[in-house]
């Protein structure tokens, strides 16, 4: 959808699942390679909800996402804070694991991307080294379950 939408000619340089506050989420991309390196990250400056940029990915996301962000609202309605900090941490180890699958089954091949095109899960006012150590970490999981 993305590359059928207005920006299927623009090449991409991030995409991340910008977890914005728990359980809300948004589909975040970046355009500009150079704000990495400008210390302008995580990448949700350029396009930060992506589900309000693109009307047929706004209505999908809509469809699931929904659901899931539900159910996770009655988890947190019912939770003590040391339940509630597990389901967090859960919800965000999910979200770095459908990260993974997005990177290890080409998807993004799907779009225009830049050379050194960069994938994270985030949140507001996050370490963004420790959030790429955990996705990294997630990553290497993957390659040892394959072997």
Request: hydrophobic share 40%.
């Amino acid at each position: 959808m993305l590359g059928a939408s207005a920006f299927k000619d623009q090449a991409f340089s991030a995409f991340a699942f910008n977890a914005v506050s728990f359980p809300s989420l948004s589909l975040s991309f970046d355009t500009d390679p150079a704000n990495r390196e400008r210390d302008d990250y995580p990448p949700d400056w350029s396009n930060e909800c992506m589900e309000v940029d693109v009307p047929e990915i706004g209505q999908l996301w809509e469809e699931g996402y929904a659901r899931i962000e539900g159910a996770l609202s009655e988890l947190i309605d019912a939770a003590n804070d040391e339940l509630l900090d597990a389901v967090e941490a859960g919800y965000l180890h999910s979200l770095r694991k459908t990260m993974v699958r997005l990177e290890t089954s080409h998807a993004f091949e799907q779009i225009k991307t830049c050379a050194r095109f960069w994938t994270v899960v985030t949140q507001v006012d996050a370490d963004t080294d420790e959030e790429e150590r955990l996705l990294e970490q997630v990553r290497l999981a993957g390659l040892t379950s394959q072997t």
